[in-house]
């Protein structure tokens, strides 16, 4: 039934982009100094998980590879290099500069020296999941950093601004904001078209079950792909030509467990820590949420950046409050 995986994998890029000609036309334009040799302004792609931000980025590297033959790029998940210097060393990674840096003993320092030394031509670097970053000074050395471009990606523009500190606010306010809103229904069964056709046997899904499984990723590419992903491997095991309703019915849940699953997996061992004492619990107020944590790891994050935390995790659905105010209570999403 599946004639190739890679589409059907959330992360693929595919070589024509539906629905997002709008944004796509905003970030080259972005990036178009680019093109000449020069410095592009920084470009923020900012909407709720699974609207295609990541993917439009990519796609527009991989255009902007094909016109500029000395461009280097890099793509850096904060969520995972989310200090400063796994940033910095995930950039000279792009530059081929990070051979020799060791973590115990190169100075830190020294990562953004390398780096200033490395840009001769043009680099373009996105820092996906950027407010995740917790030394945000580094935004404001990467923009003051010669040739250096920075397409940043987040889900909510006013939290993201409302955590950074004076000087980095002041250098990304002329940034360009591109927004990305929830797909549509019809919009998602285009895309789902795209892969069942890239990815899978001629007539293996309908058009009906591809609605069905539109509508029912409420808006969000990542479970729709993932949906019809597992709906093809659960069908290539049962030895099926062609999906049955039920077969995708049942998909529909496994694919947002998968995706909840790597989210969790994704979590610094401070959000973990937050994460598992709310699972533990049957609701627990933030006060008492920051206590049990504060004896829990060696060394505590302030209680703003808990809140960041507690917010980052309800936009990926791990988490949920009920109530409001000091009745506000958090409880694991099951």
Request: aromatic content about 6%; overall charge negative.
């Amino acid at each position: 039934m599946i004639a190739d995986a890679r589409p059907l994998q959330p992360e693929f890029v595919p070589g024509d982009v539906r629905h997002r000609d709008g944004e796509i036309d905003a970030l080259t334009s972005a990036l178009e100094p680019v093109l000449e040799g020069r410095h592009a302004d920084p470009v923020l792609l900012h909407g709720p998980s699974g609207t295609g931000k990541t993917c439009i980025a990519r796609y527009a590297l991989e255009k902007l590879r094909g016109e500029v033959v000395d461009l280097d790029t890099q793509c850096v998940n904060c969520w995972e290099d989310y200090t400063r210097f796994k940033t910095l060393y995930r950039l000279l990674e792009g530059v081929d500069r990070a051979l020799d840096v060791h973590r115990q003993s190169t100075p830190r320092d020294e990562l953004l020296d390398r780096l200033r030394d490395a840009t001769d031509s043009p680099y373009v670097v996105i820092l996906d999941e950027v407010d995740q970053l917790e030394e945000t000074d580094v935004l404001y050395d990467l923009h003051r950093t010669r040739n250096l471009s920075l397409v940043l990606i987040a889900n909510a523009e006013r939290e993201l601004f409302a955590d950074l500190e004076g000087r980095v606010t002041s250098r990304l306010t002329t940034a360009m904001r591109v927004e990305f809103a929830r797909y549509g229904v019809s919009e998602l069964v285009g895309i789902l078209e795209d892969r069942a056709r890239w990815g899978l046997q001629e007539d293996a899904v309908t058009d009906g079950q591809l609605r069905w499984i539109a509508d029912s990723a409420a808006g969000d590419a990542r479970v729709a792909i993932g949906t019809l992903r597992a709906a093809a491997e659960a069908g290539e095991r049962e030895g099926l030509e062609r999906l049955t309703d039920e077969v995708v019915h049942d998909a529909a849940p496994k694919a947002k467990a998968e995706i909840r699953q790597k989210n969790l997996e994704k979590l610094t061992d401070d959000q973990r820590a937050l994460y598992d004492i709310i699972d533990e619990s049957d609701g627990i107020r933030p006060d008492a949420l920051y206590e049990v944590y504060c004896t829990r790891v060696d060394d505590p994050r302030t209680d703003r950046t808990v809140r960041n935390y507690l917010k980052k995790m309800r936009r990926y659905n791990l988490i949920e409050p009920e109530g409001r105010g000091k009745a506000r209570q958090y409880s694991a999403v099951s």
